[in-house]
């Protein structure tokens, strides 16, 4: 069975700085995908970046970027020039096969401090 | 648009109650799911419809009914429902269930926070 797995419960950063948060999954599926969401305080669940395990490139959604390493199974994702709206919950999931549940983490509480 | 709406944004009802949530898109996705969210944990996955059909429940209680009027609704009927039902209720649609490597990209409505008292 697929898992995914947040390690960090929380995180804090100071405004304009840089943050990453750790993702790492475990599956035997060669090809899959993987996404970042955000859930703020107001509740509504965003989709932040997806990325495609057979794309070497990393995605990179403006400030959001992420570091796949597919051979370590880590996903990570660095959040640049941190704002007071990137406060959120953010939930690493993933997607294989042809399975058509997401698999979330537990997700990391994300600070931002002026 | 990427949007997903959800009514009501609220809901308080007694266990003996009878309520519906309504979720809608307007993206011509065909999938459409139910999940159920706890605070500070991620979404419970509930129900999915594809193509207006039910294609999976993930062995939910039958106080929890579904139901797909067309490609661009989906209801979550409740009645006797207990206090441990109370929850934030997520709305997400995709433009399909799974292709090839995994499900695609999943929208989220804004939920709907119920309180059974």
């Known amino acids: 069975a697929q898992t995914v797995t947040q390690s960090q419960p929380e995180m804090s950063v100071q405004e304009a700085e840089t943050v990453t948060l750790s993702c790492t999954y475990d599956?035997?599926?060669?090809?899959?995908?993987l996404f970042w969401y955000k859930q703020p305080p107001s509740r509504q669940m965003i989709l932040v970046i997806r990325?495609?395990?057979?794309?070497?490139q990393n995605a990179t959604e403006n400030r959001f970027s992420v570091n796949f390493q597919k051979a370590a199974k880590s996903f990570s994702l660095k959040i640049s020039d941190s704002q007071l709206g990137d406060a959120a919950m953010y939930f690493c999931?993933?997607?294989?096969?042809?399975?058509?549940?997401?698999?979330f983490g537990k997700g990391t509480l994300l600070t931002v401090n002026p | 648009d990427t949007e997903v709406t959800q009514t009501p944004k609220h809901l308080v009802m007694g266990m003996t109650n009878k309520k519906s949530l309504k979720c809608e898109q307007h993206?011509?996705?065909?999938?459409m799911y139910w999940y159920k969210q706890k605070a500070k944990k991620p979404p419970e996955l509930m129900f999915v419809?594809?193509?207006?059909?039910?294609?999976i429940n993930e062995s939910v209680p039958s106080r929890f009914s579904p139901e797909c009027p067309n490609s661009s609704l989906l209801n979550l009927h409740l009645h006797a429902l207990q206090p441990e039902d109370s929850a934030l209720y997520l709305c997400?649609?995709?433009?399909?269930?799974?292709?090839?490597?995994?499900?695609?990209?999943?929208?989220f409505g804004p939920g709907t926070r119920l309180t059974v008292t």
């Open positions: 419809y594809s193509y207006e059909k039910l294609s």
């Open positions: 990325q495609e395990a057979y794309k070497q």
């Open positions: 997400a649609s995709s433009p399909g269930v799974a292709g090839t490597y995994g499900t695609y990209e999943q929208y």
């Open positions: 999931a993933y997607s294989g096969g042809s399975n058509y549940k997401l698999t």
């Open positions: 993206m011509g996705h065909r999938a």
């Open positions: 599956t035997s599926e060669s090809d899959y995908y």
